[in-house]
């Protein structure tokens, strides 16, 4: 089993940027990913950004590209997660999940293990 972290929450006004960190500890698996997911107020959880631990291939939802970049740190097992020019609909509770091997990016369900998440409050 992977235990995963995220940090790097917090309240941050409209255009500004905030970083979130995720770390995987426990058996990570170099075939696998990481993904960013995130759940507004009232509303569904949604893919975020998703990234592969062996050659760093990325992937992006709409709503956020061009303005959120996914990163990894292989020797810290760590997943990060650039968020420039937030918009008040950004705000959510942000959530990170490893992946022990392949399965379409977007999908939750191919994803084994989640963190806790990390609230993000954008202000207009």
């Known amino acids: 089993q992977v235990q995963v972290v995220e940090s790097g929450g917090g309240l941050v006004q409209a255009g500004e940027s905030l970083r979130l960190s995720c770390v995987a500890s426990g058996r990570t698996f170099s075939n696998g990913r990481m993904g960013w997911f995130r759940r507004p107020p009232g509303k569904e959880r949604d893919f975020v950004a998703s990234?592969?631990?062996?050659?760093?291939?990325?992937y992006y939802a709409d709503s956020v590209k061009g303005r959120f970049t996914i990163s990894k740190d292989n020797a810290k097992n760590t997943v990060y997660l650039q968020m420039n020019n937030v918009k008040p609909e950004d705000t959510a509770v942000y959530y990170c999940?490893?992946?022990?091997?392949?399965?379409?990016?977007?999908?939750?369900?191919?994803?084994?293990?989640w963190g806790q998440g990390t609230q993000v409050t954008v202000s207009s």
């Open positions: 999940a490893a992946a022990r091997g392949g399965g379409l990016s977007r999908q939750e369900s191919t994803y084994d293990d």
């Open positions: 990234i592969w631990w062996s050659d760093g291939s990325s």
